[in-house]
Nanobody
């Protein structure tokens, strides 16, 4: 079992920045890739970014590429999502998740453990 807790969400004006954190406890967190997804009401959860267990690989959704940066500190069992130049369309609940299953990194089903989410609201 892995327990995940997201933090760092909030209200920010367009063009501003936020840094989300995902703190993990339980099973060996550092052995797994971790992803960030986001979801708006009535829509499916969609991929934002992912990072491999050793930070050797990172991937981003086209919509956030160049603005968001994912990183991790395995000594602290924490993954971060630095979000810059935020836009109103980035408004969503953001979830972190641990990837323990096979399948593409951008698919929800590849991730077994999920946090409770943190709200990000970007005003225009």
């Amino acid at each position: 079992q892995v327990q995940l807790v997201e933090s760092g969400g909030g209200l920010v004006q367009a063009g501003g920045s936020l840094r989300l954190s995902c703190a993990a406890s339980g099973r060996t967190f550092s052995s797994y890739g971790v992803g960030w997804f986001r979801q708006t009401p009535g829509k499916e959860r969609v991929f934002v970014a992912t990072i491999s267990w050793n930070s050797g690989s990172t991937y981003y959704a086209d919509s956030v590429k160049g603005r968001f940066t994912i990183s991790r500190d395995n000594a602290k069992n924490t993954v971060y999502l630095q979000m810059n130049n935020l836009k109103p369309e980035d408004t969503a609940v953001y979830y972190c998740a641990v990837r323990t299953r096979g399948g593409p990194y951008y698919v929800v089903g590849a991730y077994e453990y999920w946090g409770q989410g943190t709200q990000v609201t970007v005003s225009s």
